[in-house]
């Protein structure tokens, strides 16, 4: 089953297109200004939640009376 040049090109075609695409989007996906970004959000955000904002308040709140505490010693 012989297939003729004409088909052959048009599937080579279609599959430099469909790697092009591929390439396209994996090059937008490793960005790394977007992953940097998508970083910086979600750092934020997990900031933002009570359950780790204020521990994280305290023991800064913690290491500041340590030091002054350590200075006026």
């Keep these: 089953m012989a297939r003729d040049p004409d088909t052959?090109?048009?599937?080579?075609?279609q599959?430099?297109?469909?790697?092009?695409?591929t390439l396209d989007e994996l090059g937008e996906k490793a960005n790394p200004k977007k992953l940097a970004d998508s970083a910086k959000t979600s750092v934020l955000a997990k900031l933002e939640d009570p359950k780790v904002k204020y521990p994280l308040?305290?023991?800064g709140?913690?290491?500041?009376?340590?030091?002054?505490?350590?200075?006026?010693?």
């Design 57 to 59: 308040i305290g023991a």
């Design 15 to 21: 599959a430099r297109e469909a790697l092009a695409s």
């Design 61 to 73: 709140v913690v290491i500041v009376a340590l030091l002054v505490r350590k200075l006026f010693r």
């Design 8 to 13: 052959i090109e048009r599937e080579i075609e």
